[in-house]
């Protein structure tokens, strides 16, 4: 026999609004109330009429996470924030490819503007012009929260890493280490992720009394085709540097591999610094030095801030979060050779 709101709030001790409350918003009853009606719930299978709710509510109780590369592993685990946040809300998390979504000449906000979702999570900072139009329309504007990218002429609240420290953090480290020929390797020219670490490297070597000639500065994507292709073309400077900072762990992992391909040993010929510290970097040989973001807490905070924009949950006040990176150490690093 299926059982009701009503048999739960009887069984719990407790009113059909505080059940309600402890399915729709957690933050709203005590953590110890909230379990007792949890293992109430449990024992009795109780399932919550989502379509029933959502249209009480006039919400979807979903929200829209738009990436710009469903196969880059660095989002996995910003999803995973995400999720996890919105699962304390009792709401749930589609995902999209923006670029493929484009590709097929429907709207990136075609869910938003069908009302099956109630915010866009933006993960895409460079959207298209058609995007960028829909995008300054007040229903579409004050429903998107940008997070990891973001766009530099929008009025958006976002949620980053700190990008600019962490080239700084890179820079620090291989200067540390005696290097002082360190070439950068960007990721897309249009890109604010590749803006802001490489200012981030160009304002640390120049307070090291060093400097960044473009003739030391490549790359053209974040992925790890690009890094391969451009290990011939570290190869073929003279002088070679004798350290390569990359704006992406993809970059940096394919840059060692092409390296490999050319007699070149990392770090013995050339130290590599990545940036992200997706799950290969520990485990690729040798283990890549990076500057890792914390990619859960950039999902959870997009999430709040989502949710204070759509009127659920609690979230800074603050327009634009950044969160410190910090630098892992491992084995694509070394002094140079004298």
């Known amino acids: 026999?299926?059982?009701?709101?009503?048999?739960?709030?009887?069984?719990?001790?407790?009113?059909?609004?505080?059940?309600?409350?402890?399915?729709?918003d957690p933050t709203r009853v005590s953590e110890k109330t909230r379990q007792a009606i949890m293992e109430v719930v449990e024992k009795h299978g109780y399932r919550v009429n989502s379509h029933a709710r959502s249209l009480r509510r006039q919400r979807a109780d979903a929200i829209l996470?738009?990436?710009?590369?469903l196969g880059n592993p660095f989002f996995s685990v910003i999803l995973s924030g995400i999720e996890l946040e919105l699962q304390d809300h009792g709401?749930?998390?589609?995902?999209?490819?923006?670029?493929?979504?484009?590709?097929?000449?429907?709207?990136?906000?075609?869910?938003?503007?069908?009302?099956?979702?109630?915010?866009?999570?933006?993960?895409?900072?460079?959207?298209?012009?058609?995007?960028?139009?829909?995008?300054?329309?007040?229903?579409?504007?004050?429903?998107?929260?940008?997070?990891?990218?973001?766009?530099?002429?929008?009025?958006?609240?976002?949620?980053?890493?700190?990008?600019?420290?962490?080239?700084?953090?890179?820079?620090d480290h291989l200067v540390g280490l005696g290097h002082c020929d360190i070439a950068f390797l960007r990721g897309p020219v249009d890109n604010i992720l590749t803006e802001e670490r490489e200012a981030g490297v160009r304002e640390a070597l120049a307070k090291h009394g060093l400097d960044l000639p473009d003739t030391r500065v490549g790359g053209h994507d974040f992925t790890l085709e690009a890094g391969f292709e451009a290990a011939e073309w570290i190869a073929g400077l003279s002088p070679r540097p004798?350290?390569?900072?990359?704006?992406?762990?993809?970059?940096?992992?394919?840059?060692?591999?092409?390296?490999?391909?050319?007699?070149?040993?990392?770090?013995?010929?050339?130290?590599?610094?990545?940036?992200?510290?997706?799950?290969?970097?520990?485990?690729?040989?040798?283990?890549?030095?990076?500057?890792r973001q914390d990619r859960i807490g950039l999902g959870r905070a997009a999430a709040q801030v989502m949710l204070k924009r759509i009127g659920v949950g609690k979230a800074p006040e603050a327009c634009v979060c950044t969160l410190p990176v910090s630098l892992m150490t491992r084995h694509s690093t070394a002094a140079p050779k004298a």
């Open 1 to 24: 026999m299926s059982v009701s709101i009503k048999d739960i709030a009887k069984i719990s001790g407790v009113s059909t609004a505080t059940v309600s409350r402890a399915l729709s």
């Open 242 to 291: 004798t350290a390569v900072i990359c704006t992406s762990d993809q970059i940096a992992i394919g840059l060692m591999s092409g390296l490999r391909e050319r007699g070149l040993s990392v770090p013995d010929d050339v130290s590599v610094v990545g940036f992200d510290d997706i799950a290969s970097a520990a485990y690729v040989t040798p283990s890549l030095t990076t500057i």
């Open 65 to 69: 996470a738009l990436l710009p590369d």
């Open 91 to 171: 709401m749930d998390l589609l995902v999209a490819d923006s670029r493929a979504t484009e590709r097929t000449g429907r709207s990136v906000f075609n869910h938003l503007h069908a009302s099956r979702v109630d915010g866009v999570i933006c993960l895409d900072g460079t959207p298209t012009d058609a995007a960028r139009a829909e995008l300054a329309e007040p229903d579409v504007a004050e429903r998107v929260v940008f997070a990891c990218e973001w766009m530099a002429d929008g009025d958006f609240p976002y949620v980053r890493s700190d990008n600019r420290g962490g080239g700084a953090l890179a820079v």
